[in-house]
């Protein structure tokens, strides 16, 4: 089952942190260097990535953001984007994203000239506005520069990519992975123009 939308991620090369400062509200919680990258994340590459660094910020009532560095990134179109509380995806056929989208819990809202709006209540303080937006093209990896995927939290990765692949989408394995001291178990799902999402489940310890 899905719990919630956990974060967006925007990447960067590991030069440009120092560049990138937060966005107003938003606090360092914690940062990670040189996590490997995991086998399940290799396709989502323009190129071979051998680490990552990781730095998650939070605002009250707002959308966790992780900004995900590597050595290398590429500039592309757009994907995603981010503002004002409200996440932006951009697709050539809105309402086959959306549908995608609808598999993670999000809720169709109303229908807007160039797509449609979900919504879902992920966010403490309020729910999330998603946009799905008409674009020519959108490009999706995960170390093109800026908004790069979203991350959804579930009790049950290896679960929930099961159910996505039944319904006929490109998933990968789950693999595990220590993050700010905690274990996950993390898999990638694609959507039909290349969609990125993370789905992460923390995995319980057995010690009392």
């Known amino acids: 089952m899905i719990i919630k939308l956990d974060h967006i991620s925007f990447s960067c090369r590991k030069s440009q942190i120092s ?66 509380d409200t996440v932006t995806v951009y697709s050539p056929e809105p309402y086959k994203t959306a549908e995608f989208l609808m598999m993670f819990g999000l809720k169709k809202k109303q229908d807007i000239d160039n797509g449609l709006i979900l919504i879902g209540r992920f966010v403490i303080g309020g729910p999330l506005t998603v946009r799905v937006s008409q674009a020519d093209s959108a490009e999706w990896k995960l170390d093109k520069t800026g908004w790069s995927s979203l991350g959804f939290l579930s009790n049950d990765s290896q679960r929930e990519l099961a159910r996505l692949s039944a319904a006929g989408y490109e998933t990968t394995d789950t693999e595990e992975l220590i993050v700010n001291q905690k274990l996950m178990n993390i898999g990638f799902c694609s959507g039909p123009y290349g969609e990125i999402i993370e789905i992460i489940s923390i995995k319980r310890s057995n010690t009392k």
């Open 19 to 84: 560049s990138l400062p937060p966005a107003a509200g938003y606090e360092l919680q914690f940062c990670e260097s040189s996590l490997k990258n995991l086998r399940c994340k290799e396709s989502f590459f323009q190129q071979p990535q051998p680490d990552h660094d990781i730095y998650l910020y939070e605002r009250k009532g707002g959308l966790p953001v992780e900004i995900t560095a590597y050595e290398t990134c590429f500039s592309g179109t757009d994907s995603l984007a981010f503002k004002d």
